[in-house]
């Protein structure tokens, strides 16, 4: 056990010192409103207009772009956390990898000025119950997160320790409506079975996420979520459980000021033929930290640590203990695409379970397209 010992051990230093040196996303105060719309209206109205839908075409030098963000749509800017806006407004359109026709405004307004000027354009969405950007904390690699998204996610798990095999996901979600989210998740197998490598699609999940509860004041968000998972896999070649299973869970998500963050998921798998497959329940836990460059408006690094626990509803069952170390990057300047490799480590009833090498690449195309965002 010295290598995942070791594991953990580097994450949480990771984690202590990226508390010693993390930027506060959650905001630290109150932006004065009034002046951050004396300051728009001076420098920012004659490009993006009084109303913040963008100035007429007519009376702009420029070509819009695709991009040209419209800041009364809700759906637009509150995915987005305000240190964001704030890197877009202090380094300009090409620091994020937008349109340079974005100038900076660095030397030109204080750091307050700016976060100013992001409070008065908070006021262009006028409905306040769309969950905020701060709250769409890191994507663990196991612990689902309580956010809705517009992103697609490509995951794998090889087995690093027991029989060969590798399980791939390929994942979708999209947002729709204010609080919504739906998933379809697609897993492919392959595993070495008597020496013979052998490969299928397992059983494909379709879910549905509603957002119960989201406060930026508190840092708190809580959803839901009901899955379909049908039996698309072959069960004879261990690819997929024989039958329909009913997946629930509740999703809650806490970001602190210092920046750090924890994730809990709590769920019930229900197959419908309980003779073919047990009933089960399980608890996910997250926990991290975000640091980044340019106090927290250049690349950003979340190490977290998950413990993961399963236990099938039968008689004399024993719960499945996991530990988790991973580290996520932001690979785009956009950050639209990131990054994230672990370690699942057994921690109990280690007979038979894997050591896994787990990573994903996870694509937010709600941000922009995959050739956009890296210049």
């Not at 508190?218 to 299973?245: C, H, Y």
Request: a positive charge; one cysteine or more; charged letters at 20%.
């Amino acid at each position: 056990m010295g290598g995942p010992r070791r594991a953990v051990a580097i994450v949480l230093c990771l984690l202590l010192s990226a508390a010693l040196a993390g930027a506060q996303f959650l905001p630290r105060g109150k932006a004065d409103v009034r002046a951050g719309e004396r300051i728009y209206k001076s420098a920012c109205a004659a490009c993006h207009g009084q109303a913040g839908s963008g100035a007429s075409p007519e009376l702009t030098a420029f070509p819009r772009p695709r991009t040209f963000p419209d800041f009364t749509q809700c759906s637009q800017t509150t995915s987005e956390p305000d240190i964001f806006w704030k890197a877009m407004v202090a380094h300009g359109g090409r620091y994020r990898g937008f349109s340079q026709i974005m100038p900076a405004f660095s030397e030109a307004l204080t750091p307050e000025q700016i976060s100013d000027v992001v409070g008065y354009l908070r006021t262009f969405c006028r409905n306040p119950h769309w969950p905020r950007g701060e709250l769409n904390l890191p994507r663990a690699l196991a612990t689902e997160k309580a956010f809705p998204e517009n992103e697609v996610v490509i995951s794998s798990a090889v087995n690093a320790r027991g029989a060969p095999g590798v399980e791939a996901h390929i994942i979708h979600e999209q947002r729709f409506g204010v609080k919504n989210q739906i998933e379809i998740d697609v897993p492919l197998n392959f595993e070495d079975q008597d020496h013979t490598w052998r490969g299928g699609v397992g059983d494909t999940t379709l879910g549905l996420k509603r957002v119960m509860f989201s406060s930026l004041r508190s840092g708190s968000i809580l959803s839901l979520q009901g899955s379909v998972i049908a039996p698309t896999g072959n069960r004879s070649r261990g690819f997929g459980s024989g039958t329909t299973t009913f997946e629930t869970f509740a999703a809650f998500d806490q970001l602190f000021r210092n920046n750090s963050f924890v994730q809990f998921q709590l769920g019930a798998d229900l197959p419908r033929h309980t003779d073919i497959a047990p009933q089960s329940l399980f608890i996910n836990t997250a926990v991290g930290q975000t640091f980044g460059a340019d106090h927290g408006m250049g690349r950003l690094w979340s190490p977290m640590l998950e413990f993961l626990a399963r236990r099938d509803l039968v008689d004399a069952a024993r719960t499945d203990w996991d530990i988790l170390p991973q580290m996520q990057v932001t690979i785009s300047r956009r950050q639209h695409i990131r990054g994230d490799l672990g370690v699942r480590i057994p921690a109990s009833n280690t007979a038979g379970r894997p050591v896994q090498l787990m990573l994903y690449l996870l694509w937010d195309w709600g941000d922009g397209r995959l050739n956009e965002g890296w210049r």
